[in-house]
């Protein structure tokens, strides 16, 4: 009976039974990203204390599609790539904590249950979802990266589409956007076992890349609609105006986060 | 910039987007239990200190199937049935803590991200899975309930099966099995977001039925087969003698828990 | 190199890997219908000559879920119920063929391969789709089968919800709806392989059940909600005046049918 | 009452509902080709007369994995990628008829209902399952293109994995394999409705790309792996020796085939 092995449940003797591996976990993907500005006051009230609206264009919002591949250290995932596969769609938005201004991921889905435990350990609220965008392909009928190259991309969660968008790119661009810019300042929160008592671990984390390489980006224009549902709320981030859309290919490797405070989130 | 409400991420103005609602939660469903012994080293590798083995029987393990409808209070799932049914497969053995028997779910693999959700609340380390059993009917070629009645029930995860089982029942029991009928001893634990910390949240956590109604058990026989996976090890457990196997329809709440103690888990 | 062996492809030596066996086809299930009336044309215009509109009540139409487990002789696939087990929703209407009223079913969703094929065989238009609906049960939340019991059912095809009822049960009744009550008129038709030609399979079949067991129909009312989608026409058969809505558990043996007549329908 | 319209069941009055378009159909994709040699008569007791066995090689398999998006003229469907998108395994054998060398797909699992109905227009014996194959990818941990490149790629069907394969890159090649590359010679046949009859339909067809082009073929070695299952024959097809293993990206167009005769397979 010594201690059990594991980076997260199921631990056991070996650790081989563990949900996910510790990481750094590294991710090959496609990014459809489509930004566009919502009433700012839908921003700020997702925004829990201390996280205040970030200073300039607060009703920034970035709806993101991405087509992964990922693995731990070791890679052996990449093999038997039901386990390093997944695709998620996730809304962003930015804030401000201690005058330094954040992105925040408010919404997100995925389609693997990997994926949701490292959203666990990250401060991503996920859920399970339908998930789909366009890849682009050298031959046949699928778009080349280019001028007008079209991609389709979709969200369904139980049985019903919360969102669908088409973007049409346009030409080479200096950046993939900006809402998803900045770190992450996220919450990592489990209410109490017991009925009536506060959080047993409210956190406000940071996060980001460890590293990062990407293609060049290509911008372009979306049509995006949202669609309402009832236990879904995306659809209160309403497009007023809308920004750019972007398509970028990219490696990223994620490396754990910092503590910024615990216990101030509030509630049950 | 008011508090946050939703009783699980994502949280939000209204909290209509919680992935999952308070509790109490209620559940109507059917088991179909396949109890056997292992190697009691098998189980005693996967009791975290200070769980010590079961002073009886301690290589007894009950492997459950249940199909279940759920829902919070007021039942509203039960009515967008993508959101209340969901069915389970899970592995569950005995231990002791300071002198008390407990059950303690090892494995467990379910089909819908609200049940991952709760089992991160109850700490059951919950993985996707595929899951199936054979239901009971009053006509056709499905099985009546009575001697000799038989029940297939299958587990699948990342596109491998796990586990089958046949299970003929014989006669009226006067239980459901004896592996799962203690009050469970969970852990529920979360990696800090910084590498090489001790674990966020480290708790062992006491959790029951705060009601229960049951029909009728019977009782019977089960062939079992477990099977090797890269990422699994429930085959670990690995049948050594069967027990007996139970067919049961129960209706059940689940209402909070009790802290026991917090970070002794160990590990990062 | 004699004659390959088995149903259905794929053929083999041994017939073991045929997607469906050889009829009789058994099944237990649990059918939720939900029946009303809608504009006749739209009835009218799927049915292709020789069929005509049903002399009564032409533009009754029923939404059928069912639940069912199904199996050919011996059973075996009720052991293993990712084989036997998969859910439905078809659309039925009535029309006359040589003065007799058939039902007709103009579309169904399903939601595995081998109830795919079953209705290749049968004439069934099958699509893939997601299919879900309250159950019955004896404890818990779920309901019991009795005055004011409600179950829900939903549909939905390519991430998009077509359907959703909400059904309240009133009293016993003497009848589970009659819209589906008549021998199926139904089209099994292939386009030819070469482009342009007529097709290489276009016949006009009759079908039913050859024999059935029933429990007790209870009859109440139904909410349904219809929706668009770019490949669906479900919704064309709008809701102008509800009928009525029936629960009931069935027992089904389907055995063939017989061949009316070919040829007739015309187009590609 | 005119004639209904609609390549292919559901039929209605504006075809919108047929689950698939007419062809022309256009494909991109990505292949991954494992060739071996099996027990040549392995290969014959798939070939029903009037096939032969193949001249040279008549041992020679290839299991193919491929990611396709989809679309017919028009290519409405690739912005609404759930339409387009799907993934298949297939063995691929080679046969002889009246001296001329066809290739025959004797087993194929796809993941989309319009991929199963185009197959039984091209008289591909489909059934569902679950594919994965790893995507090259220009960043992060993902392959690229190259010697040494490793890509894995898995089957699974009714919850038990019935393939896996890992292929190595090693050079650029002059083919993507040689089992593949003839035209199909393919059966298309349906069992009458009525039992005890031969078959309704009953076709050999040939059938092939109207068009295509393609990228750098590379070829390497494969690890291949096939496992039994009740209900499948994959694994009849042993491996006996490895051939090559192949890597290529695609653009195809099928646009019909003809009819080669009628009503000679036998059976029921």
Known sequence: MTGLRGYFP???????ASLIPSPPWHYSGDLLT?????????VRELLPEPLEPA?????????IWADWQSCAAGGRELLDPVLSQ???????????YRGRTYSRCVYIWVDKDFAIARGLQQGYPKKFGSIHQTRPHPYGPAPRIGPGARFGATLAAA??????AVVTLREPSGTGGFVNGHPM?????LPSIENGKGPALDELIESGAASFEGGQPWVGDAELELFDAPTEELARLEVREPIAAYYRQVG?????????????SGGQ
């Open 252 to 264: 990223v490797v994620w490396d754990g986060g910092r503590l910024l405070e615990s216990g101030t």
């Open 185 to 189: 300042a996220h919450h990592r929160r």
């Open 55 to 63: 200073a300039e264009d607060p009703g920034a919002v970035a709806l």
């Open 86 to 96: 997944y695709k998620e769609a996730f809304a962003v938005v930015r804030c401000a």
């Open 159 to 164: 049985d019903r589409r919360l969102a669908q």
């Open 34 to 42: 489509v930004e566009y500005r919502t009433d700012p006051a839908r």
């Open 10 to 16: 199921p631990r056991t003797a070996t650790g081989a």
